[in-house]
């Protein structure tokens, strides 16, 4: 049997946790997006905490989304079967999506171009009293790899992931009232330096602006192998440190000021009826 990769399980691990942070929230949603359900490999545990909600996968790109619905949510490494009631749409399908009671974002925030735009159409494609619940890496992510590059004094291998406090002003930016925010670091490590550094290129190319432009040497490649193998502990085995940043926030409804007009849509009437009736 293959054994699981260490960032598959990561993903999934995040995943399971994001849910525990959900646990103090009393919300029963219809209606789920699963935003870029494909990369953030946690549709399982979302799956699992609300099994009757209709969940709606929303994929990065156009190949993202037709490699999900041609495999649904298994995994080469799992046995567990996919659901067959998921919509794979795309990221530039708002419209199509409807609104949701919960937008889900395990482990993809941290690979958007630009965060605080995101928070803004998750606000956006959420009920009143609606929940945006997401995962990330914050900038305690690598740091062993980071520090042993900035000792050889090459580029950082990295780019630069947002603190957890930052994450926070966005969404407070973007129209969501109390958001919540946590973070924690979980600690990965592998065999040698050779199986570590291969299952890190499965997670990505290195965005950073100040990155090396060219091809690297396999002279280079052996100092790097060398240098981490150099930090392994005394099995051998490499650690690399990942911290996680954990946040969610609520839609709340529109506050007039003192004196302006007040106008409640009908969607804002509807969540302030079922509200009531709890």
Partial sequence: ??????TAWLHREVARRLAEHLDPIRLRPLRIVDW??????????????????DIVGVEPDARWAERRAAQGTRRWWSTARGTSDRTML???DDAALGK?????????????VDPPQLFVRWHGLLEV???????????????ELRELYAEQQWPAPTPGFIDMHDLGDMMVA????????????????????EAALRELRQLG??????RFAGLRTPRWRRRLLEALAAGANADGRVSLSFEIAYGHGFKAAPKARPGEPVAVSLEAMRAMVKKAAR
Avoid at 100 to 112: D, E, I, K, S, T
Avoid at 176 to 190: K, Y
């Fill in 205 to 210: 190319g290195n965005a950073a602006p100040d």
């Fill in 129 to 143: 009293d609606g929940v945006a619940a997401f995962s990330c890496l914050g900038p305690g992510t690598l740091k």
């Fill in 174 to 193: 973007a129209g969501f009232a109390e958001p919540v925010l946590d973070q924690e670091t979980i600690v990965l490590t592998w065999p040698d330096a």
């Fill in 90 to 92: 795309t990221s530039d």
């Fill in 1 to 6: 049997m293959s054994r699981e990769p260490e």
């Fill in 100 to 112: 949701a009671q919960l937008v889900w974002a395990n482990m993809v925030l941290h690979g958007v």
């Fill in 36 to 53: 870029w359900a494909g990369p953030g490999g946690g549709s399982a545990a979302l799956r699992e905490r609300y099994p009757k909600a």
